[in-house]
Nanobody, 123 residues
């Protein structure tokens, strides 16, 4: 079992940056693959990026590739989402998620979710 708490959301102008954090409870954080998803108003939840348990392997949605980066500090039980060159279309509630096993872009593969943090990008 793992509990996830996101932080770091807020209001930023287009072109700006934010770093989201996801703090996890539990002693086996390093065995979990971690992912970030987002959901904009009246839209379905969409995959943003995922990290293997080690953090060595990451992959991203095409919409954020080259702008967003996932990192993790297993000693601190925390995963990060660095978001650069933000666009108004990045506005959404961002969620982190965890699963035992490999990375996945499917939200159904993740049994553990945080409560989300709002990111708003103004034009």
């Amino acid at each position: 079992q793992v509990q996830l708490v996101e932080s770091g959301g807020g209001l930023v102008q287009a072109g700006g940056s934010l770093r989201l954090s996801c703090a996890a409870s539990g002693r086996t954080f390093s065995s979990y693959a971690m992912a970030w998803f987002r959901q904009a108003p009246e839209k379905e939840r969409e995959f943003v990026g995922a990290s293997s348990w080690s953090g060595v392997n990451t992959y991203y949605a095409d919409s954020v590739k080259g702008r967003f980066a996932i990192s993790r500090d297993n000693a601190k039980n925390t995963v990060y989402l660095q978001m650069n060159s933000l666009k108004p279309e990045d506005t959404a509630v961002y969620y982190c998620a965890a699963r035992v096993g490999g990375r996945s872009a499917r939200s159904d593969d993740y049994p553990y979710w945080g409560q989300g943090t709002q990111v708003t990008v103004s034009s």
